[in-house]
């Protein structure tokens, strides 16, 4: 079955394609937020997932060997609807997922607990999720953690696009600058 569109679905894609994080190379501070989601949910995978028109893509993960997934099977297409976590104690038990690919075969996913990653004005691009093989239940400290670290994600990836701007401000300068000095120089050469 799949996911609802959001109602805001044009507007969250442009916002998205705005962080220019989409196939991008790994990053160790990613790295570090899905070990530590691993970690503290007691399962063996964890997502950076960032869902896109047709995929959901990751930015980070730990325990599974693919960079993306159709958005049609993604469990984070559900998790994106709201702003608390979406957690699934048995996805074959959960009539949204029981025939999905994902959890009839590999990697075989039964649980899944996703926040979703949500901007400032309200738009969720993807999630930070913990997957895993078998039936499992994230305790409320969990699942307030996985909240917490969705946030240090969203800060992380504003930090990134704030940085950007600025390098791009600062290069302009550099030019605006590199101009003004070569037409003083053509004048002063004129003179």
């Not at 994080?21 to 530590?36: G, H, N």
């Not at 325990?63 to 048995?90: H, K, P, W």
Request: hydrophobic share 40%; proline share 4%.
């Amino acid at each position: 079955m799949n996911a609802p569109l959001p109602d805001n679905e044009a507007e969250r894609l442009a916002v998205l394609r705005g962080y220019q994080i989409l196939d991008t190379a790994p990053d160790r501070e990613f790295d570090l937020v899905t070990a530590l989601a691993s970690r503290i949910c007691g399962t063996p995978i964890a997502l950076i997932s960032l869902v896109d028109e047709r995929r959901q893509w990751f930015k980070s993960n730990v325990g599974l060997n693919v960079s993306e997934t159709n958005r049609n099977v993604a469990f984070c297409g559900y998790a994106i609807l709201q702003r608390e976590v979406l957690q699934v104690s048995d996805a074959k038990a959960d009539k949204r997922f029981a025939d999905n690919p994902l959890v009839t075969g590999n990697p075989h996913i039964r649980f899944y607990a996703g926040a979703p990653l949500v901007t400032e004005n309200g738009l969720a691009l993807g999630t930070v999720c913990v997957l895993d093989q078998k039936p499992h239940t994230l305790t409320k400290e969990q699942q307030e953690s996985l909240t917490l670290i969705s946030q240090l994600t969203m800060s992380l990836l504003d930090f990134r696009k704030k940085l950007r701007e600025i390098s791009k401000v600062a290069s302009e300068r550099e030019w605006l600058i590199s101009e003004l000095k070569r037409t003083a120089d053509k004048k002063d050469g004129a003179s």
